[in-house]
């Protein structure tokens, strides 16, 4: 299944993980290349100083090309952008904001730009501004996201650009990638399957918490502040949803989840820490190695498409 997208990042498989903050560090990333996807980095809101260790421990590990994740919030991001110009990181993505000030520089490097969108608008901007191509993300997706839907985005934004569309939310398996292909996509970035990721260092008590999720399982905070975050209903979201409900402050319900995210990947917190993941947890059945997942998914979408 040769794409646009293979082509350009020089991958096996039309399948990218998802830069999840904490989630997504470089045992994850490195497994998920070396199995032939494009394993990404995601540097959250750590420094940069850790961004540029973890570079350095991926291509320790695997010779495979890679990406790393900025997200735009993180107070570090200038810094973060500069990193990845200078240790000659191949692709960038982006999540939740603008990656615009950095594109001359990150060209100029010789990386592959490639912003999270949630809208057709943001998507056409992103091309106008000399993206290499999008990732269309759903709201089925974990963590922060916008309002539409992925079965309504990607053909809305393949339509709209000339740029490959990557498609995000929802997806977790061979069903989901040739249905994002007959709807544009050219490849599909996948996060919550790859939380449960036998290479993944993320708390056991956060996997299984995945492992157990139905399909109306998560939840979506912070919707009335603008900053709407799908995560696993537990006892932090039924807390944040009555007092954001009560029309608490926007300083108050953050204070309620500073550092929760850490508290569920790192120290397996899965009652007041943050269990970010996407509606589709729900199909996500057990551990198993990068490699694993990648083959099955490859086999079952090539069968639906009859390309084999
Ligand atoms: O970025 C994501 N997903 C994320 S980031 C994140 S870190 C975090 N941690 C704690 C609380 C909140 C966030 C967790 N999950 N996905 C990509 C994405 N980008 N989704 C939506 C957007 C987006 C939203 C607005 C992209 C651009 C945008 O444009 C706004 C602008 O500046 O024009």
């Known amino acids: 299944m040769k794409t646009r997208v293979t082509?350009?990042?020089?991958?096996e498989y039309p399948i990218i993980q998802g830069g999840m903050a904490w989630v997504?560090?470089?045992?994850?990333?490195?497994?998920?290349?070396?199995?032939?996807?494009l394993g990404i980095l995601g540097a959250g809101g750590a420094p940069a100083d850790f961004v540029r260790e973890q570079i350095h421990k991926v291509r320790e590990t695997t010779p495979k090309p890679f990406g790393v994740n900025l997200m735009l919030m993180n107070p570090e991001a200038d810094d973060i952008a500069r990193v990845i110009a200078q240790e000659g990181v191949k692709v960038v993505t982006t999540g939740a904001g603008n990656p615009g000030k950095y594109l001359a520089m990150w060209k100029e490097a010789g990386v592959k730009v490639i912003p999270v969108v949630a809208s057709v608008a943001m998507a056409r901007m992103m091309e106008r501004a000399g993206a290499d191509a999008v990732v269309a993300e759903g709201a089925e997706s974990g963590g922060h996201i916008g309002s539409a839907t992925t079965m309504t985005l990607v053909p809305q934004v393949a339509?709209?650009?000339?740029?490959?569309?990557?498609?995000a939310g929802g997806i977790a398996d061979g069903r989901g990638l040739a249905a994002a292909f007959m709807l544009g996509?050219?490849?599909?970035?996948?996060?919550?399957r790859f939380i449960v990721a036998k290479e993944s260092t993320v708390h056991e008590n956060y996997k299984q918490k995945v492992i157990a999720a139905k399909d109306i399982d998560s939840e979506?905070?912070?919707?009335?502040?603008?900053?709407?975050v799908r995560q696993l209903r537990n006892q932090m979201t039924r807390e944040y949803l009555k007092r954001e409900k009560e029309g608490a402050s926007f300083e108050e319900l953050e204070q309620l989840t500073l550092g929760a995210l850490r508290k569920a990947v790192v120290e397996g917190d899965a009652v007041n820490g943050t269990l970010m993941a996407g509606q589709i947890a729900g199909l996500v059945h057990k551990e198993q190695t990068c490699e694993e997942m990648i083959r099955e998914i490859m086999e079952q979408a090539q069968a639906l498409l009859g390309r084999r």
């Open 24 to 37: 997504a560090e470089y045992h994850l990333a490195a497994a998920v290349s070396q199995a032939g996807g």
């Open 185 to 192: 996509a050219e490849a599909v970035q996948m996060g919550t």
């Open 159 to 167: 339509d709209a650009v000339h740029i490959p569309v990557i498609a």
């Open 220 to 228: 979506v905070t912070g919707m009335s502040h603008g900053h709407p």
């Open 7 to 11: 082509d350009m990042l020089g991958i």
